[in-house]
């Protein structure tokens, strides 16, 4: 027992490395991100398309971890999994000394880990959820161990502000505490000049990063965000699909689920007020992913709030020893069954794709699965997607319109990184971004744009070659923002237009005189969302 109590931090580690080698995967969006860092690195600046500043990113700081961490590692899909196990380990590390180097309380903190699919899942993927994982985990350090310290403030806010800069909604759990502890109780307390100073102080990365970002890209939002909001679809077609996403993954993943709203009601009825703020908070963060239609991804999205939930039971653990050793036991079976899924489940078994959701791990894992790579038995990424031909079919220098960007762009910027890739979806692509979604099949996180023949003439020769006046307007403002030389002095007023709504109402007013019955003349997708405005289904 005394060799096990000195030892089981290390003896956890090895048992999630297990998992972490059977489970290690890296997701097509993932790559979105390799490609910028590519770009980078090959002296073109922090860009998708070489031709065009563009942020294609929507995780700044996962995407610096990565760009630094390339100097070390070149190679970006061994990088991504080095700092997926990393983070993590971090995390896990992070339980230990919360639950007070408790045995029972931390080996349940972990066992909860490894029950949650969702959890094990996202912790590789090349995205940023295991660094999400260790900001959370220093948020609770430091609310827990650092509350006296001098520089309290400075240290929380700084979290929050590596949180914001991680993934802006990571931030949205964490708001009612932090109104409550930077504004009423520093109030109370009569420390508010001190949390005030320190909490700007703080948050000065956030600040510096928005500054660059719109000196930089011309937006304050990632490129991404800007697509995947300025879609023109009724919110409550987002929201009946964001109570699909939750339905679904109760379904699919339930432990993952049923833990999150189970620690939820638990901290809202409680007496302690950090509990309670992180219950409403969660709350928050559950009607976020509603109304904004979550995720296509399985658990993706939960992740966040599970990883908060499993703080908030490991630090507020009673000593009751009967309590503990059941949950010890459901934990460890249902560890057991997530070890086996990993391990001996056939992956071809689980739902690659249903009512507009995907195990995104399970699509991926012949392509990119650590395992399969280390053994030299995975499929090569340029014959994943049947639409990667198009990159080689057409001339370097014509644009090829594509839908799946992770793995077509990083080929791209391995082979002929002088090659413009239009995203269809507008991920990439600021113009197409600033343009509703054309009218017929959708998926939550893919809202297709219309495209023609004057756009990509207009990429190819690098000049305005629309004719309809409004989209013309647009494309010369997108070009001031992404093409022309930074200080040239006409971008600060295409940037104004383009952060205050201005070139959005302009592209708005093109799009309606599109010819959307053409459009709709494409067979739709039986397996997506449809959209089609009753005017259109009138006529």
Same mark, same amino acid.
């Given at each position: 027992?005394?060799?096990?109590?000195?030892?089981?931090?290390?003896?956890?580690?090895?048992? $999630?490395?297990?998992?972490?080698?059977?489970?290690?995967?890296?997701?097509?969006?993932?790559y979105?991100?390799?490609?910028t860092?590519e770009?980078?690195?090959?002296g073109?600046?922090?860009?998708?398309n070489?031709t065009?500043?563009?942020q294609?990113?929507?995780?700044?700081?996962w995407?610096?971890?990565?760009? !630094?961490?390339?100097?070390?590692?070149?190679?970006?899909?061994?990088?991504?999994?080095?700092l997926?196990f990393?983070?993590?380990?971090?995390t896990?590390?992070?339980?230990?000394?919360?639950?007070?180097?408790?045995?029972?309380?931390f080996?349940?903190?972990?066992?909860?880990l490894?029950s949650?699919?969702?959890? %094990?899942d996202?912790s590789?993927?090349g995205?940023?959820?295991?660094?999400?994982?260790f900001?959370?985990?220093?948020?609770?350090?430091t609310?827990?161990k650092l509350?006296?310290?001098?520089?309290?403030?400075?240290?929380?806010?700084?979290?929050?502000?590596?949180? $914001?800069?991680?993934?802006m909604?990571?931030?949205?759990?964490f708001?009612?505490f932090?109104?409550y !502890?930077?504004?009423?109780?520093a109030y109370?307390?009569?420390?508010?000049k001190k949390?005030t100073?320190q909490g700007?102080?703080?948050?000065?990365?956030?600040?510096?990063?928005?500054?660059?970002?719109?000196?930089?890209y011309?937006?304050?939002?990632?490129?991404?965000?800007i697509?995947?909001?300025?879609t023109?679809?009724?919110?409550?077609?987002?929201?009946i699909?964001?109570?699909?996403?939750?339905?679904?993954n109760?379904?699919?993943?339930?432990?993952t689920?049923l $833990?999150?709203?189970?620690?939820s009601?638990?901290?809202i009825?409680?007496?302690?007020?950090?509990?309670k703020l992180?219950? $409403?908070?969660?709350?928050?963060?559950?009607?976020? %992913? !509603?109304?904004?239609?979550a995720?296509?991804?399985?658990?993706?999205?939960?992740? !966040?709030p599970?990883?908060?939930?499993l703080?908030?039971?490991v630090?507020?653990?009673?000593k009751?020893?009967?309590?503990?050793k059941?949950?010890?036991?459901?934990?460890?079976?249902?560890?057991?069954?997530?070890?086996?899924q990993?391990?001996?489940?056939d992956i071809?078994?689980f739902?690659?794709?249903k009512?507009?959701?995907?195990?995104?791990?399970?699509f991926?894992?012949?392509?990119?699965?650590?395992?399969?790579t280390?053994?030299e038995n995975?499929?090569?990424?340029?014959?994943h997607?049947?639409?990667t031909?198009?990159?080689?079919?057409?001339?370097?220098?014509?644009?090829?319109?594509?839908?799946n960007?992770g793995?077509?762009?990083?080929?791209v910027?391995k082979?002929?990184?002088e090659?413009?890739i239009?995203?269809?979806?507008?991920?990439?692509?600021?113009?197409?971004?600033?343009?509703?979604?054309?009218?017929?099949?959708?998926r939550?996180?893919h809202?297709?744009?219309? %495209?023609n023949?004057e756009?990509?003439?207009?990429?190819?020769?690098n000049?305005?070659l629309?004719?309809l006046?409004?989209?013309?307007a647009?494309?010369?403002?997108?070009?001031?923002?992404?093409?022309?030389p930074?200080?040239?002095?006409?971008?600060?007023?295409?940037?104004?237009?383009?952060?205050?709504g201005?070139?959005f109402?302009?592209?708005k007013q093109?799009?309606?005189?599109?010819?959307?019955k053409l459009l %709709?003349?494409q067979?739709?997708?039986?397996?997506?969302?449809l959209?089609i405005?009753?005017?259109?289904?009138?006529?």
């Open positions: 027992m005394i060799f096990l109590r000195k030892n089981c931090f290390i003896f956890i580690v090895l048992i $999630f490395s297990i998992f972490y080698l059977f489970s290690a995967w890296v997701a097509d969006d993932a979105i991100t390799f490609r860092i770009n980078f690195h090959n073109y600046g922090l860009r998708w070489i065009e500043r563009v294609s990113y929507t995780h700044p700081l995407m610096i971890n990565l760009l !630094i961490g390339k100097y070390i590692i070149n190679d970006l899909y061994y990088l991504c999994l080095i997926g990393f983070y993590t380990v971090l896990i590390y992070i339980i230990y000394l919360l639950s007070e180097k408790n045995i029972f309380n080996t349940l903190g972990v066992l909860i490894f949650s699919k969702a959890a %094990l996202f590789s993927s995205l940023e959820n295991s660094l999400s994982y900001l959370i985990a220093c948020f609770f350090y609310i827990l509350k006296e310290h001098s520089h309290f403030y400075l240290i929380l806010s700084t979290v929050f502000s590596c949180m $914001f800069l991680n993934r909604d990571l931030i949205i759990p708001l009612p932090a109104f !502890i930077f504004f009423y109780q109370q307390e009569h420390r508010f949390s100073i700007f102080i703080g948050f000065i990365p956030v600040i510096l990063w928005s500054i660059f970002a719109l000196y930089y011309g937006s304050f939002f990632a490129n991404s965000v697509a995947k909001t300025n023109g679809l009724p919110t409550t077609h987002l929201q699909q964001g109570f699909k996403y939750i339905y679904g109760l379904i699919y993943d339930p432990f689920s $833990f999150i709203y189970a620690t009601i638990y901290s009825f409680s007496k302690k007020y950090v509990n992180l219950g $409403f908070g969660l709350a928050l963060y559950i009607f976020y %992913l !509603i109304h904004v239609g995720d296509y991804m399985y658990g993706r999205f939960l992740t !966040i599970f990883i908060i939930s703080f908030i039971v630090t507020n653990l009673r009751d020893l009967r309590i503990l059941l949950a010890l036991v459901l934990g460890l079976v249902l560890s057991s069954y997530n070890l086996y990993y391990t001996f489940k071809k078994s739902e690659i794709s009512n507009n959701f995907t195990d995104e791990r399970a991926y894992y012949p392509t990119t699965s650590l395992l399969l280390l053994q995975n499929r090569s990424i340029a014959d997607f049947i639409e031909r198009f990159i080689f079919e057409d001339h370097v220098t014509q644009p090829t319109a594509l839908h960007m793995f077509n762009g990083y080929i910027s082979l002929f990184p090659k413009h239009v995203d269809a979806l507008g991920l990439t692509d600021a113009f197409l971004a600033a343009h509703p979604m054309k009218y017929g099949s959708w939550i996180g809202f297709p744009r219309a %495209l023949a756009y990509l003439n207009s990429i190819k020769y000049q305005n629309i004719t006046p409004e989209d013309r647009v494309l010369d403002q997108v070009f001031l923002l992404s093409r022309a930074l200080n040239d002095s006409r971008r600060l007023e295409a940037i104004i237009k383009w952060n205050n201005s070139t109402k302009t592209a093109g799009f309606q005189h599109y010819p959307h %709709l003349q067979n739709p997708d039986p397996k997506m969302n959209w405005p009753n005017n259109l289904n009138s006529d």
